[in-house]
Structures are given as C-alpha cells and as structure tokens.
C-alpha cells in the first residue's frame, strides 16, 4: 500500500497520512464546463490545494471496479488524511500536558446561554482554579437550545467502518466515499446527508448500500 505519513512538521508527521486519491463523476466534463466555467470540475476548490492533481482521460473510464457504471469524467490527486480519533487524542494531550484541565458535564439549557455559562464558572470554582477569562461555545447544534438558535437544524451523516485498509480515497459526487483511517486497520464507507432528520440511531439500509462500495477500497 503507499501509504505514507507527512514528514513536513512535528504534527503532521505523526498524524497527517498521504496516498492517492480518486474522485470520479457520472456528469461529463462538457456538463461539468456548461454549468460552471472553462475549467473541468472548479467546484473542486481544493484542487490547488493537493498535490499531483490531474484529469484522467475519458479513454481510460472504462467501467468496472475503479470506474462504476456511469462513471464521465475523473481526476486523481494525493490524498490527506487525519485518523481523528488520534488527532483527537492528540490534541486533549496536548492540552493537558501544557497545564489545562478537563471537566464532562452536561451545561443546563433552560437558563439560557447567561445560565449555562454561570453554571460552567461554578464548576471551575468548586474545583479550586482561577476564574475562566474567555468561553467558547462549541456546542454544535446544541446551541439550538442552548443560545437559543431556531434556525438551527440536523443534517444527519452515517457512515460504516469497515475492516481493512483501503489503498486510497476514492469520492464521487454520488457523496459517496471510501476513506482509510490510517493506521488502524480500518475504513471509512460513506455516506448520507439527511437533511432534518433528528432520528440518531443507524438504518440497516444503509449498510448494505454502502458495502456496496467495497470493490472501490480494493
Ligand atoms: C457521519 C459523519 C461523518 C463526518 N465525516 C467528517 C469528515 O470526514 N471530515 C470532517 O471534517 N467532518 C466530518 N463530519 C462533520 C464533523 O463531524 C463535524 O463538522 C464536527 O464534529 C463538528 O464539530 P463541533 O465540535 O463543532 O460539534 P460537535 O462535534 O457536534 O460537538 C459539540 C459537542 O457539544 C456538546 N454539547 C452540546 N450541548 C451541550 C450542553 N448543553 N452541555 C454540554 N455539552 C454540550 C455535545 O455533546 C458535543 O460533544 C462528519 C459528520 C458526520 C455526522
């Protein structure tokens, strides 16, 4: 597999992995040149961000296990991925280590953001440390109530980790992907974007559509 972790920079060597990436299309590039510009693909904002990307010739799209039915235009690039289980671990040790400390507590709603964060000083008070100079609220859609923000809705993601490694990512604009978690023996098969939907648990449904991608891993 060429796999292989960034070596430009402390953090990223430890947890920013590069290999390729894929990404393919059923628009054809002229459909792709009509509705935006002259260029192929510049919904692609990222593409002068990554390395090695290049447009794969339609010549080379022949369907099968790369190229699903449909597929019209295509690119390849080097991917980046951060495994965010580590890069979260990474960072709350980070934390900890330069002298910060961690309280979970569950912030009441019905007083507010004023009453939520009264409750935040409180236990830093009853823990014995110097009073909080600044707060971020980084509750996500929790702010809903929390704010409160009413125009704040779910858009639900499932996803299904899977065993195994993929060698590389693969996108569609189908928002389907096959993303490797680096190092864990693991991969990422996705996805929804359900729109409203505040039903958290999964859909069986899903799973089996989403396996259905496996072949792209390989
Ligand atoms: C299936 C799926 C796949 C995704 N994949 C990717 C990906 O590959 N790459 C990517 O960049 N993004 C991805 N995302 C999006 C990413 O997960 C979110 O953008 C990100 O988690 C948002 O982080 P956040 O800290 O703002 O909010 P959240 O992760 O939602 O964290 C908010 C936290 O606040 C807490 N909270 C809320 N209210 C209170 C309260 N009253 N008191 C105390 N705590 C409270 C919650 O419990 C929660 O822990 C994905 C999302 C989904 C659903």
Redesign the pocket.
Known sequence: MNLRPRTDGPVYSLLVYQFPGLLHYSQSADEVRSAQSSEVAPQLWWRSLVEDFEEIPSSHLSSGIKFPPGTQTAASFTAICIN?PQHLTYLLSSILTAGGKEFK?????DGGLTG?LESAAALIKDANLPEAGLYVN??????K??VPDDRMYP?????VLVRGEAKGATTTDQNRYV?PRPGSGTT?L???REVGIWYALPSSALFSSLTRLLPMGC
């Open positions: 965010v507590a569950r912030l009441p709603t939520a980084a509750t996500g859609l929790g702010a109530e929390l858009v639900k993601g499932q996803t993303i990422i996705g996805g929804t």
